[in-house]
């Protein structure tokens, strides 16, 4: 059975295809028609396709091919229909020239989003080949994320004639030793975190100065990043550090981050450079993600963004001064969800508009499609959003209900039972 498209106005245009809405009946859709010439570069291109839309789409947030298209009264296809991009998602490019200014609280939920969308990618034997910033949009309110281009999907390390972009690619694949995979994905999923979260490359420090020009590496991405990569902050090796006034960005966010995130970026980019198997997987950069977002908290003085570093804690140091004043940030209202050191502990800020999920609650990690709690001001106090009724112990042992829609003033001490989990709160 086959469905007519209306083609209408031309989306955008590239060395592969162009792009175009397509209605059908009374949707819109992205129509990808190929170039001609193309065609006959890619001859393995209509099989990956068949093969991504047998599979299905691994999370809402690919734009993924759901049927082939082809002219009326021609056999042989042409392109392929797909969800249309929001129009109020904006490419990642726009992050890295600084013509938008996300909070940290949306880069990590476009950084969760992307390790989870590529864990479900993975899961089902795929891997994406060519994971750079000119294929990732996001919403810069939200951090809600859409992953374009996802004709490169194929077979996981199927030889194939897409290789990625250089500063991305794994060194193994640049260097030709490797065809791309999940572990290779997993290198250029790091590099684009890194990119995200530092608006730089993490292997073009003071090296990048002193490589000469060459016609077939005008940039020296192949030379920095496949045939001698270094880390800009290896911590045995500083002979690549990011220069003042060139690599400022760079210098600036690394400082700001806790260290468990600057941990996952050294091991990514040290024995993970040439070990495909000490690469971070892919779960670890999504607990990270999530710890991240509920280590937010705000400078008393101008409401800047901050981090809780529990690691500065564990050795009694201060947390460091706000990065956008300087002025001294103490330990927020916290509340500790589960036994500190398990896996599934939680510790999360008690910032007014911060929320509780079955992520944080229930033991179901990753479940963050409706709150169970919130957290509100003047006095400080959570909400309880879920369906069932609360017990809280204070500190002096005196105990209380909250039933749900009611809000439970918050006193340094208190341990609050939701029911499958407990929280310790300290202020």
């Known amino acids: 059975m086959h469905s007519a498209c209306l083609v209408q106005d031309l989306l955008g245009e590239g060395g592969q295809a162009e792009v175009y809405r397509a209605r059908i009946g009374n949707l819109d859709y992205a129509l990808k028609w190929y170039r001609h010439e193309y065609l006959h570069a890619d001859p393995r291109l209509w099989e990956r396709l068949k093969e991504a839309i047998n599979a299905g789409s691994p999370t809402e ?33 726009d992050l890295l020239r600084r013509k938008c200014e996300p909070t940290f609280h949306s880069l990590a939920n476009v950084g ?44 996981n390390r199927r030889r194939g004639g897409i290789m990625g972009t250089w500063g991305f690619m794994a060194p193994e694949v640049g260097r030709r030793e490797a065809e ?49 990569p270094l880390f800009v902050f290896d911590p045995k090796d500083d002979s690549n550090r990011p220069l003042s006034g060139l690599h400022d960005a760079v210098l600036n966010f690394w400082a700001i981050y806790p260290q468990s995130l600057r941990d996952l970026f050294t091991r990514s980019f040290t024995s993970g450079l040439n070990d495909p198997d000490a690469r971070v997987m892919e779960n670890e950069w999504r607990r990270e993600m999530c710890r991240l977002r509920d280590s937010i908290l705000y400078c008393p003085h101008c409401g800047a963004e901050n981090f809780f570093d529990i690691d500065l804690v564990r050795q009694n140091l201060e947390l460091r001064a706000c990065w956008a004043c300087s002025g001294r940030v103490a330990a927020p ?15 999360v800020m008690l910032r007014p508009g911060a ?15 409706a709150p169970l709690a919130e957290v509100t001001g003047a006095p400080l106090s959570l909400r309880n959003l879920s369906g ?12 209380s209900q909250v039933p749900p829609g009611t809000a439970l003033a918050l006193r340094n001490g208190c341990s609050i039972h939701f029911g499958g989990s407990e929280g310790v709160v300290r202020m």
């Not at 734009?63 to 904006?90: K, Q, R, T």
């Not at 209202?333 to 510790?347: D, K, M, N, Q, T």
């Not at 069932?388 to 105990?399: D, F, I, P």
Request: glycine share 8%.
């Open 112 to 155: 969760f989003q992307l390790a989870h969308s590529f864990f479900r990618l993975h899961t089902l034997g795929l891997c994406y080949r060519d994971i750079n910033f000119g294929n990732i949009f996001f919403h810069p309110a939200t951090g809600d994320i859409r992953i374009g281009d996802t004709d490169n999907v194929d077979v």
């Open 61 to 93: 947030q690919f734009l993924w091919p759901f049927d082939l298209a082809s002219l009326p009264g021609v056999s042989a296809y042409g392109g392929y229909i797909m969800p249309l991009n929001p129009p109020e998602y904006v490419s990642l490019v």
């Open 333 to 347: 209202p916290r509340i500790r969800v589960g036994s500190a050191g398990r896996e599934l502990a939680h510790l």
């Open 355 to 369: 929320q509780l999920f079955p992520h944080h609650l229930e033991s179901d990690p990753y479940n963050f499609v």
């Open 180 to 228: 791309p995979s999940a572990m290779t994905d997993r290198f250029s999923l790091a590099v684009l975190l890194f990119y995200i979260f530092m608006l730089g490359h993490p292997l073009k420090g003071r090296l990048e100065t002193q490589v000469s020009f060459e016609a077939d590496d005008p940039d020296g991405a192949r030379r920095l990043c496949a045939l001698r």
């Open 388 to 399: 069932r009724t609360w017990s809280c112990r204070s500190a002096g042992g005196q105990l």
